[in-house]
């Protein structure tokens, strides 16, 4: 109960004698701290809001505006549409004063007109999309409309310095697609996964739906469009993450690894020290919006509104959908440790804690003797289960006294830290070592990571780092970011002494640790504890997780062959998959779609009928190499193709899905969208970006590169795989599975990708061989 008593500020008594006050200094300064930290930052926001508001325009350049109308009116010459007078025809005077108040106006509202005019200049510039389709191979011409374009896209917005979000007002709507276009790409694109006899019946199918209720269905989606910032965002978060009821834990959760050819302390305090400076560091730039706007290619702006819910994020449970839950504010995070939970208070005398005072808050805990609490250890067992009866137990055990209290403080914490007693292990010899990694990161125990937080930083006992992730609120690139900052921060700046402790003089003892504190002795509390305790382990068993690191070539090899490492990889895939299952399968691949506002993700249907093509004719012993050849440059171009339109917003599920959500929302029945979304994505696969930052040269410090992060397995008969060109000679690939399903194996899948991606070299050889034999020849003849 220590902690519910020191959280009253004050208190007061009547007796016979008289009233009487009692306050607490320490906790009074606390409060009137966090007060006005929290009204720095509104009015930071504010500020930042004003200039993002009026972005590409200068927010300085009002007052030249101002002078130049001053300066007209005083000397005689009319301002524009003699807006000054105009003006003054309102105001009570004529004085000097009103003048100068007039010119104020008329300024203010020819700034106002620049501001806006650039705003929607740059829009209408940032909706053309040629430039996503030009070919990028050594030789290439850029189009002239492309230049212009590039030209006065550089002119609008880069002449002034943006924010994080100062592109946002500027940023295009996602379109809507037509349905005739999405129903053309769809059945183009299971044309390779159907017989004549299904094929036939699913033309029909999607005739049907489009003759029918498509138009109907269509207008409403058209007027959505035209109303919200994006027509999938708000539908996608809420049906696809938040109304599930599955497990968050392998199910939904993703997680990313550390820099694993570099190791810059094995002192588990100092690192996690440092690590949660560095975090806290980032969301202070990110609520400044200092951090700069990721720019493709230096000049097209992608949407930033994910980054407002990196910190201070929860996704709450509720009976039939969760929440996300985003806190302006908290001064705390919370550190798991043996079962054990505490607060721990990284803001103090105005400022963020220091790496070295925290590293004294760190050993304290690592020192502490302190048992879980009954109940305790297995707690966060229940953020991994079924989201309907952690909802329940929430409301029956968490709704008052010291469990509200200390559920509140691990949910509106910045982040949440887990002290893992295991170490983080990377052996190239031993490649079981990077699997227990991964394992480690994506599910731990079941019950060391609470899997509602935005984010769980992981810490292993050799002082190796990860994260785990809940998916709602962003996507994975969001956070690669976050963590590349991370690993920049410690390329480029001595972090640690000789010792592996870090850097520094504390210069005052920082606030301690507190322990919360759990009233959970009660059956209803443990039996559900156990309960999802259970449900957690067996899941946590039956995934397969196989890291595979693929060093025989990288990216270096991909450009030589002139084609594009993303699609390179696909086809690999694609061909490992066909040798593995015998068939072909719906492959899913996430692109996003944040070239326009609010945009997240959209799905890039890898398995077409070029890609079936060159993968038969690979197993086709028959086929010349000059045969296979091109049909892998056409494959590859069909999918390059394929990713640039779903980029652009000219894709085919999330079209789809919204579809069918206004179908269920009319109550209309459509077998077509029925069965669309009905099927299984058997292979699942994700590219992690790298290269967001332009802090670090990976030129330069090739070994820090991140190994990536994984998922599970999207479906119980499938493979769920992530991938990261980690350099011009090496790949991670995290590939999961089930163990409980008999026809997949993460183990026999990574020898089919790499068995793949050595007869694609050796492919590329051949051919090296036979055009040089050819050109030999031909010298030889002339």
């Known amino acids: 109960m220590a902690e519910a008593h020191s959280a009253v500020a004050f208190s007061f008594s009547i007796t016979h004698e008289g009233w009487h006050l009692n306050y607490d200094r320490e906790v009074l300064n606390l409060v009137w701290q966090s007060g006005v930290r929290s009204w720095k930052k509104r009015l930071a926001r504010f500020r930042t809001g004003v200039r993002n508001g009026v972005y590409p325009a200068h927010l300085q350049s009002l007052w030249l505006v101002i002078a130049v109308a001053l300066a007209l009116h005083f000397t005689q010459r009319q301002v524009p549409f003699n807006l000054v007078n105009k003006f003054l025809a309102i105001l009570p005077g004529d004085t000097v004063n009103y003048q100068v108040a007039a010119c104020g106006l008329a300024g203010l509202f020819f700034w106002l007109c620049i501001c806006y005019t650039m705003r929607y200049s740059l829009k209408l510039l940032l909706m053309y999309k040629g430039w996503m389709y030009e070919k990028r191979a050594p030789g290439s011409k850029v189009s002239l409309p492309t230049r212009l374009w590039a030209v006065f896209v550089k002119v609008l917005a880069t002449w002034n310095k943006p924010g994080l979000y100062s592109f946002q007002g500027s940023l295009p709507r996602l379109p809507l697609p037509s349905v005739e276009n999405t129903m053309s ?166 400022r963020i804690l220091r790496p070295c005072e925290i590293q004294i808050q760190i050993e304290e805990i690592l020192h502490s003797s302190d048992k879980p609490q009954v109940g305790e250890e297995l707690l966060a067992s229940l953020t991994a289960g079924d989201r309907t009866k952690w909802a329940k137990i929430r409301e029956s055990v968490f709704a008052k006294g010291v469990n509200k209290t200390s559920l509140h403080l691990i949910e509106s914490s910045a982040f949440l830290l887990s002290l893992d007693e295991t170490p983080f292990e990377f052996d190239m010899a031993h490649p079981e070592k990077l699997n227990q990694f991964g394992r480690n990161l994506l599910h731990g125990k079941g019950h060391d990571r609470w899997f509602d937080k935005s984010f769980t930083v992981c810490i292993g006992s050799n002082a190796r780092v990860g994260f785990n992730a809940e998916h709602t609120w962003a996507d994975a690139p969001v956070l690669a970011h976050v963590w590349e ?71 270096g090899l991909m450009k030589k062959f002139r084609l594009s490492p993303d699609a390179f990889l696909q086809m690999a895939l694609q061909l490992a998959y066909y040798r593995d299952a015998g068939k072909f399968s719906l492959t899913y691949e996430a692109s996003m779609t944040r070239l326009f506002r609010e945009g997240r993700t959209e799905t890039v249907r890898p398995c077409t009928i070029e890609s079936a093509a060159w993968v038969k004719s690979m197993e086709d012993p028959t086929c010349s190499v000059q045969e296979r050849v091109k049909l892998l440059n056409d494959a590859c171009d069909r999918h390059q193709l394929g990713y640039q339109d779903a980029m652009c917003g000219k894709g085919i599920d999330r079209h789809l899905f919204c579809l069918y959500v206004v179908s269920k929302y009319l109550e209309l029945d459509s077998p077509f969208l029925k069965e669309v979304l009905s099927e299984p994505w058997r292979l699942s696969t994700s590219q992690t970006p790298h290269g967001q930052t332009a802090k670090l040269d990976l030129k330069k410090h090739p070994n820090c590169i991140s190994a990536g992060g994984g998922f599970g397995p999207v479906a119980d008969d499938g493979y769920g795989v992530s991938y990261i060109v980690a350099g011009e000679d090496l790949i991670f690939f995290h590939i999961s599975s089930k163990k409980s399903c008999g026809t997949t194996s993460s183990e026999r899948f990574a020898q089919q990708i790499a068995r793949a991606l050595a007869d694609l070299k050796h492919l590329f050889e051949q051919y090296k061989r036979q055009q040089q034999k050819n050109v030999s020849n031909g010298t030889a003849v002339n």
């Open 485 to 555: 900052n991370i690993v920049a921060e410690e390329a480029l700046h001595k972090r640690y002494d000789e010792n592996g402790n870090t850097l520094g003089i504390p210069e005052f003892e920082p606030p301690k640790p507190k322990r919360l504190a759990f009233d959970l002795d009660n059956s209803v509390a443990l039996d559900a504890i156990q309960e999802a305790h259970l449900a957690a382990q067996q899941l946590l068993n039956d995934v397969d997780l196989r890291i595979f690191v693929h060093d025989a070539y990288g990216k």
């Open 185 to 350: 790409r769809y059945l183009r694109s299971v044309r390779p996964l159907l017989d004549d006899d299904n094929y036939s019946r699913m033309e029909r199918l999607a005739k049907e739906f489009q003759n029918g209720i498509a138009t109907k269905l269509q207008r409403y989606l058209l007027l959505k469009s035209w109303w919200s910032t994006n027509y999938v965002s708000d539908w996608w978060e809420e049906y696809v993450y938040l109304r599930s009821r599955g497990a968050l834990m392998v199910n939904s959760n993703f997680y990313g690894m550390d820099a694993i050819f570099t190791q810059p302390t094995t002192v588990r305090s100092a690192r996690a020290a440092s690590v949660i400076n560095m975090l806290l560091q980032f969301r202070r730039i990110v609520e400044r919006q200092e951090l700069e706007p990721i720019l493709v290619q230096g000049l097209v702006p992608l949407c930033s509104w994910q980054y407002e819910r990196i910190f201070n994020t929860v996704r709450i449970p509720g009976i039939e959908t969760d929440k996300i839950v985003h806190y302006q504010d908290s001064n705390h995070i919370v550190v798991l440790f043996r079962g054990c939970y505490y607060k721990v208070v990284i803001y103090h005398n105005g």
